[in-house]
């Protein structure tokens, strides 16, 4: 006796009554029926919809949506010429020639509404960087995407770059090839503290106001003319390290 499955069963269940909830939804927009009863049926076939999807395919877990979003994160790979960013989600690689970087700096900053990230780095070009596609572009990256690239400022931040740590050493090798310090990636601004001493306890603050929540350092600067506005403003107001 062949045994049935009722996984199998329910599925036909749910197709068969989404049918009907869509049919039901077109022959009420067909005899211009009210749109309550429209939306109402429109919601019971996106709910059957919903339930069939969670059956077959379950409903994502947070560390499968966490594994999502790492996997989706830019990488970096370096060699002695150029340095190359891999954006899996883009479906893209930018290469840039240690030779095109003009200047890079990196924000210290507290995590605004809507970001992630205390890290950032800005890196200053002379030539936009040369885009390399995949071989097997998904159909929105084929439509939505270019080829080309014509933006002299890069941008890397701890958040979405899973390999941002990297970059400080990378510089060090194939940049400035010296050794410099790595305390501009501590999470310090650089506040005067003050402490004070009453009934025998100590207590320290911060003698700034207002109190600083950034700190921008020059990082590699060629120092050469340029008409980019922000460039400017980073050299004026940058700490060298």
Known sequence: MMKINPIMVLNILIVIFFLISVFTTVFM??????????????????????????????????????????????????????????SPLLQQKQIIEWKAVEAIYCLNMIPLDGTYHNFEYSFFLNKPPVIVKYSNLKWYNRLFSSSESHSFEVKIDDYNNIDFNKIHQATNTFLLKKETSSAYLHKKFGN?????????????????????????????????TTQNDKLKEYRDNATKI
């Open 29 to 86: 927009i067909k005899n211009a029926m009210s749109i309550y009863y429209i939306l109402a049926a429109s919601f019971v076939s996106l709910l059957l919809l919903f339930i069939l999807y969670s059956i077959n395919k379950g409903i994502p877990s947070s560390h499968r949506v966490i594994s999502t979003i790492e996997e989706s994160k830019d990488r970096l790979e370096f060699n002695d010429g150029a340095f190359i960013i891999d």
């Open 192 to 224: 005067n503290i003050r402490s004070v001493k009453k009934n025998d306890t100590i207590t320290s603050f911060s003698s700034d106001k207002p109190l600083k929540t950034f700190e921008l350092y020059q990082i590699y600067d060629r120092g050469n």
